[in-house]
């Protein structure tokens, strides 16, 4: 079960998974100690209580998707437009990947929260708010590089962010209730109608869509 | 608190009410009771479990969905695309509504409960995919109107009609994330975009943007 010294990794790494599994709800503080191996004494050492490690869970989670989806999607090799299918299909991938691990396709980590959360924690609520903030800061750079190109028109570029953000989080809603993380591609294929780019001024490179 | 008769009526009311504005974990079955003034007795008589009455509660609020929504929103009255405006914009002002009365934006009952239970509870998953496929149906129809009209271009209508009620689902989520209804009117703006819909040829028919 490794040392004492990565306890509050292992708790961090428990966390995740089963809240993101189950729910918030659903998992209790002795459930995470056991499964992490780490006694009450030095969960509470680390957090003091299981809503302190869901917000330690969720920046670490945020770091997670940051370092594997956002930055290589959103890489400048390709043009600005067509980083957008190249994320929607590297998140549809990392949800297919779970869902073979765990036989069920699990949501947005985020989303999840967001859902079960928002009307009653403040701190949480907070917390994904700002992590959906850092998701749009990237679709906006995009965007904004998009119509510096002349690939696109200009247009709201705050307000296209968030459609974005709100077609990536309601394809994940919808492949979780499908338990098809399939719905995540089939749906990534509309995010550039969506931006209100036409055919023609999008250059085509899903080489990522049969992942 | 009104005769036993309707005391099935008054469970389904307070458990639509009481787990949209929480979770379903978050409320038991004395409370639903204490709440309802139904005794236990009775509960066990109507439903033989909390989920029992999660699934007819699903139910009854597809047909408020329905006949408060879908119908008024997707009635010929209007050009196809234009069903579409405002129905984002009927959802809309019913969430800022109830945002009214509760102090918080809560959600889709429908996309809650998805994410709360889907990996957890195959029944209450189906249900919830067959009211996304009624809410869809209505999208798909308007559609093929469009296409027929002459006013869209032939288009994979199940696919698009799946891209509506993500962005729909997406809208709620980040609504409910920041606590402020307006994400769901403004984000609604968009959805002639994601149908691929140019300004050309689609009626502006916002009547209801202000509400």
């Known amino acids: 079960m490794g040392r004492t010294s990565n306890a509050r990794e292992r708790l961090l790494q428990t966390a995740t998974r089963l809240i993101q599994a ?12 056991a499964d992490a191996g780490v006694n009450k004494g030095s969960f509470y050492y680390f957090f003091p209580a299981k809503r302190a490690l869901a917000l330690a869970a969720i920046e670490a989670q945020w770091q997670q ?25 590297l998140v549809a991938a990392a949800h297919a990947a779970r869902a073979e691990q765990t036989g069920a396709v699990l949501g947005c980590a985020f989303g999840n929260l967001a859902l079960e959360l928002s009307t009653r924690d403040e701190a949480i609520r907070g917390q994904l708010q700002a992590v959906f903030a850092n998701y749009c800061a990237y ?3 995009a965007l904004r590089e998009a119509v510096a190109d002349g ?9 296209t962010a968030q459609a974005v953000l709100a077609l990536l989080e309601g394809a994940l809603l919808l492949a979780k209730t499908a338990n098809d993380a399939g719905v995540v591609s ?3 294929g509309q995010v550039l109608h969506l931006i209100g780019a036409t055919g023609a001024n999008v250059p085509v490179a899903r080489d990522e869509q049969s992942m």
């Open 22 to 33: 189950r729910s918030y709800a659903d998992v209790s503080v002795d459930e995470l100690c």
């Open 65 to 89: 998707a940051r370092a594997t989806l956002l930055e290589p999607a959103f890489a400048p090799d390709l043009p600005p437009l067509a980083r957008f299918p190249r994320f929607f299909d």
């Open 139 to 141: 679709f906006e750079a």
């Open 151 to 159: 690939a696109l028109a200009p247009l709201d570029v705050a307000q």
């Open 186 to 188: 089939r749906l990534g």
